[in-house]
């Protein structure tokens, strides 16, 4: 593998889409910062994956909701790797219930995690992102099923996808791209937790492709915006749902 020389920065880089991501971008050159906030095996699984495949890449700790421990997250990748091209905020929590049954901690969870921790991103990747970079939100298409009972995670993609292209007009004049990925029901383990298989079914069936999307479905989205054919895409929120929304 012939490294680009430029850096990636993925939250919630040790599962799902995240890992994902992270092995993709590691196949395609980039020295990789793993981002996990508990799991760290599996966040080295990740690290391993792509260094035995001729990447690079190293395992970063960080609790995105604190807003201490992003800007040390963020000084870490540099020390690690030089400084940043490519940053993904693909961490996220999903507890689904009606509002009127949703409790106090099940709301700021997912705000602290969600929303507060892609903020707190944002704004460490427009201080100390490199000019010509890439910015890649994680969102999601129930932004536009409005699908009962996801009425609070809804509401925290809702608010990223709004943040996108702000961030994308505030850094006019270095470059830097900034868009959104909203995929549709993904078979990873955080949306197939708690869902009987008649419901797993009619959401693969509910796109015209009739399947659920694969986590490198959504990898091979990030990475054609962090290539050089995604550069005159600027912020947009790129539905990858296989037709859904």
Known sequence: MTGTGKTA?????????GAAIARR?????????????????AAQ????????????????????ADPAAVPALFAAAEAAFGGLDLVVTSAGVMELAPLAASDDAMIARQIA??????????????RRLRDGGRIVTLSSTVVATHFESYGVYTAT????????????????GRAITVNSVAPGPTGTDLFLA?????????????????????????????????????????GQVIRANGGMA
């Open 157 to 172: 993609k809702a608010a990223v996808e709004a943040l996108t292209p702000i961030l994308a007009r505030e850094l006019r």
């Open 194 to 234: 708690g869902k009987p298989p008649e419901l797993i079914e009619k959401l693969a069936q509910a796109n015209p492709l009739g399947r659920l999307g694969a986590p490198e479905d959504i990898a091979d989205v990030v990475a054609f915006l962090a290539g050089p054919q995604g550069g005159w895409i600027n």
């Open 113 to 126: 995690v969600n929303l507060t921790g892609t903020i707190l991103c944002l704004r460490e990747a427009a």
């Open 9 to 17: 920065l993925v939250t919630g880089g040790s599962r799902g889409i």
């Open 45 to 64: 699984e990740v690290v391993a994956a792509i260094v035995a495949a001729g990447g690079r890449a190293q395992a970063l700790q960080a609790d995105l």
């Open 25 to 41: 971008l590691g196949a395609e050159g980039y020295a990789v910062g793993v981002v996990y906030a508990g799991s760290a095996a």
